[in-house]
C-alpha cells in the first residue's frame, strides 16, 4: 500500500484557501511569503512520514497476522470430532513370530510412525478392533493390491496381499451406533498410528468372521561399524609415499630418499592403511556414515518443505537413522509400488538412499489418464506438520493421500465451494478435474478469513498423480 502525495500541488491549494478565506487583502513580503511555503512544505513532509511508518506498520501487522495459521491443526484431523484418546504402544521383539488382527485396505501402504484416518462401516472389522482394544493387542495391516468391495475387506484372496505390512495401534476411537448421511449403522472413526513392519506368512479367518495373520517382526538392519581396514587412510600420509615413490624412480636417488621409502613402505603394510589402498568406491565409505546422509538431505531444495519449517530444518530431522528413512519415506509422492519397494527394505541406510535417489528425479507431477502436466516439484508446500503428503478421510471413508501445492495447471474447479469437513480449518474445499480427462484431480482450498496465508492452495490426490523427469 502506498501513499502519494504532490507536495507543490498541496501548498498551492491550501495558500489559495487561506487567502480566499481573508476578506482583506494580506500583503505580504517576498521573503515571508518565501518562508512561509517552506514551513508549509517542511510541515506536509513531516505528516508524509508519520502516514508512510503508519501504513508500513499496518501492512507489517497484517502479514503478521496472515502468517499465523496453526498447520498443526490439519495433523490433529479435527474434521474427525472429539474422539478418546488411547496411549497405547506396542511393540514387539524383531525376528519373533506372532497372530495378530489383520486388516486388509486397497492400495494403501502405511509406514512406521505414520497416521492414518479412517471410517469403517464393515460390521467384521468393527469387531475385529473392538477384540483388539480390549486383549491390547496391535493390528497387522496389509495392503491389498487389488481393489475390493466392502464385503471383499473382511476375507481377501491370499495371493491378492502384499507380503510386508506394518502393525499399527490404535490411538483415538469413537463409535458411533447412528451414522447418517452415507450408512445406518455403527461406525467406528479411528486413527491409527504405524509401529513395526512385518512379514506376512499366513492369513486365516475366524468362525466369527474376523481376519487374522501370522506374521514375522522384521528387523532393522543398520550397517555395523565401518572395518578398520577399510578406514580411509589419511591424505597426508598417502600423498607423501607416492611422491617418494617418484623421488626414487630417479637415477640421482640418494640412501635418505630409499630409507624414506622403505618407511612409507612399512607405514602403508599396516593393515589399515593397506586395504584403504584397494579399489572401494566412495560411496561404500558414505554408508557408514550418518553425518554425511543427514547433509546430502538437507543439501536438497525441498527439505524446508518436507520439514514443514523455514529455518531449523537440521533440529525437524529424526536424530536416529531408521526413523529419518521412515521420515522421509511417507513424505515421498510416489504410488504403491515403489513405497511397498521401500518398505521391503531391511536395512534403513539403503531406505534413505533409495530415497534421495526418489527425491533427485522427482520434476513433473502429470496425470495419470491423460498425461497432462499438473504440478511442478516446486510448487510443493506444506500445510500440516506431517509435511506436503499427508493422509485424509472423507465421511464415506475413503482415505486419501493430498499433496499440497500453490499452483496446478490442466485443472479446472466443479461445484460449488463447501466448508464441511474441510481437513483444513479455515479453508472451503471446491472438487478439481483434470481439462484433458475429466478425471477427479483432489480440490481447491480457499481461505474463508481474511488472515490466513496462503489465501489458496491446491490438495491433489496421489493415487492421480505419477511423477515424470523433465
Known sequence: MRVVINVKQLTRFFGAMYRDRDDEPVEDSEEESSSSAESFEETINGAMVMASGAVDQETRQLEEAQSAYDISLPARHLYLGEMEEEGQMTVADEDTTTVLPLLCIPHRVLFPGETLPMHIYNPHIIQMLRNARTTNKPVALCTLLSTASEEELAQPHPQELAQVGTTVDVVAFREEVESPGFYYGTCFVVKFQGRQRFRLLESFKRSNGTMEGRVAILPEEELPPLPPELRPCPQHILTGYMATQVMAREMECTPQVMARLDVGRKRMAAPRLSGSLCQVPAWVFNMYQLDYLRERLMAVKLMKVFASS?????????????????????????????????????????????????????????????????????????????????????????????????????????????????????YQWTILNCKGCSMHKGWYFEATRRNLNPVRFYGLTRSSLVLKSS
Request: charged share 20%.
Open 310 to 426: 523455514e529455518d531449523g530444518v537440521a533440529s525437524r530431522l529424526p536424530s536416529d537413522l531408521s526413523h529419518l528413512s521412515y521420515w522421509l519415506a511417507r513424505r515421498l509422492p510416489v504410488d504403491d509400488k515403489v513405497k511397498l519397494e521401500l518398505l521391503q527394505l531391511n536395512c534403513p541406510t539403503l531406505r534413505l538412499i533409495r530415497g534421495l535417489q526418489i527425491l533427485d528425479s522427482l520434476t513433473l507431477l502429470c496425470c495419470t489418464d491423460c498425461g497432462r502436466e499438473i504440478a511442478k516439484k516446486k510448487h510443493m508446500f506444506s500445510m500440516s506438520v506431517d509435511g506436503p503428503l499427508a493422509s485424509y478421510v472423507n465421511p464415506g471413508g475413503h482415505v486419501h493421500d493430498t499433496l499440497t501445492v500453490l499452483e496446478a495447471t490442466s485443472v479446472e474447479r466443479m461445484g460449488l465451494p463447501s466448508t464441511e469437513n474441510s481437513w483444513f480449518p479455515g
